[in-house]
């Protein structure tokens, strides 16, 4: 029986090596961005416990800037995307129903069981505090269910208030296929190019924001500032974080033709010495943890994105001491359960305060009980009901009982192995809000 073309495409896409590095970073990024949301919430009264008040400056400048790994989380799942499924050309080795297929399977089940999950507290979801009329309670509960909400500023944080950028997500894959065959055809100097072209783009909402001031608040709004509605558009509409994620779209897919060429052995264990990505991602940890009156705005979407699709590629390439340090299997495997955490993050927090916390400020102990119960629930979604789907997803495109079992596009992030019961279920090779 001839092979089907998922089959073909799975086994072309396995020849690339495995980049171990970006997975390592996404886990990383993912607690950053987790942590980020516990400081949020003690520092607008939400949610309060006394480590996070006696935290030393650095790192309580460190945590509250854990906004800027939404937009390496973007970067990342582009550059991902493209060196899984795109060839050497940039066309989809994948039919786009294929694609769309395979990222509403691994996207929309666990959001969903997230959204029920919140409904026997509707007192503690964020939309209840504006006392909203029916027709919004109709629009926002239909723009939730079907992961639109972040088009829509009024909507954006209604239920599962971390899923704005799932809803992102949908909205990037969706487009997917038809920017990789647009871009198709394009050698190194264009795809360069495009680079920088995206990289500046994605300044543009942000410059047109602090320039024209509609609210008043460009220079003056915070983490914790909701705003108007075009800071609420600003901050949580899928165009203005669109270019970030095509510039690690087009990046991927330079570094993937690089490969193909043979130009770059990203498999070769690099020597361990420090590279310039290392200066580079120290330096970033430098600025967020020790720079003061840096505008939140600008800080938030892109003042430092060049930079951090210059550590992506660095980490690719398995330089310096960093990636040597991030490609351990175990980083590999944890990053499986970083989609996991943006979806239940907000569900395990609430009904952990719900059964253990009754006073105002929680104790320490609390909290970490609190981190270790989110974690646990992201690693056995992960672990226990997701590998096991996409397992049977995949079997079920076997096209004869003497096919082998194939590595997916998305085990990238970790070293190739046979192909066990414990089979890959990894997001987009490595990125980590699929």
């Known amino acids: 029986m001839q092979m089907s073309k998922l089959t073909a495409a799975y086994r072309d896409v396995s020849r690339r090596p495995r980049l171990p590095a970006l997975a390592g970073v996404r886990i990383f990024a993912a607690l950053h961005i987790y942590f980020f949301h516990l400081k949020q919430a003690h520092d607008s009264g939400l949610l309060r416990f006394s480590a996070i008040s006696a935290l030393p400056a650095p790192l309580a400048s460190l945590i509250g800037r854990g906004h800027v790994s939404t937009g ?172 970030q994620f095509l510039a690690g779209v087009v990046l991927g897919r330079l570094f993937g033709m690089r490969v193909d060429r043979g130009e770059i052995k990203p498999g070769t264990r690099a020597r361990l010495w420090p590279s310039a990505g290392d200066a580079l991602a120290l330096g970033i940890l430098l600025f967020l943890a020790f720079a003061r009156q840096v505008p939140y ?41 970083s989609f996991s955490l943006f979806a239940l993050q907000m569900p395990a927090g609430v009904w952990f305060c719900v059964a253990t916390l009754s006073v105002a400020i929680g104790t320490t102990a609390q909290l970490i009980a609190m981190i270790a119960w989110t974690l646990g629930l992201a690693v056995i979604w992960s672990e226990l009901v997701q590998r096991p789907m996409i397992e049977r997803l995949r079997r079920g495109k076997k096209t004869s009982p003497g096919d082998k079992r194939l590595p997916v596009p998305e085990t990238v992030g970790r070293p190739l192995k046979p192909r066990t019961k414990a089979a890959s279920s990894g997001f987009e090779t490595g990125a980590g809000v699929s």
């Open 297 to 337: 705005v600008p800080l938030r979407h892109g003042l430092l994105a060049p930079l951090a699709l210059l550590v992506i590629d660095d980490l690719a390439h398995g330089r310096g001491l960093l990636g040597r340090f991030l490609s351990w299997p175990g980083f590999g495997r944890l990053s499986e359960a």
């Open 72 to 243: 390496l989380f973007f970067q990342l799942s582009g550059f991902l995307l493209a060196y899984a499924y795109l060839d050497s050309s940039g066309r989809p080795k994948t039919t786009d129903w294929t694609f769309w297929r395979g990222r509403f399977v691994r996207l929309y089940p666990l959001y969903f069981l997230s959204l029920l999950l919140l409904v026997p507290a509707p007192a503690l979801l964020p939309f209840t505090a504006k006392h909203p009329t029916t027709a919004e309670v109709a629009g926002g509960v239909l723009s939730s269910l079907t992961l639109t909400q972040a088009w829509f500023p009024a909507f954006a944080l209604w239920w599962n208030a971390p899923a704005w950028a799932l809803s992102a997500f949908a909205a990037f894959y969706a487009i997917f296929p038809a920017f990789s065959r647009w871009t198709a055809g394009l050698g190194q100097r264009g795809l360069k190019g495009l680079v920088i072209a995206l990289t500046l783009l994605s300044w543009v909402p942000v410059g047109a924001y602090m320039l024209l001031n509609p609210a008043g608040d460009g220079w003056t709004a915070t983490s914790i500032t909701l705003g108007g509605p075009w800071l609420m558009a600003l901050r949580f509409n899928p165009l203005s974080w669109l270019p």
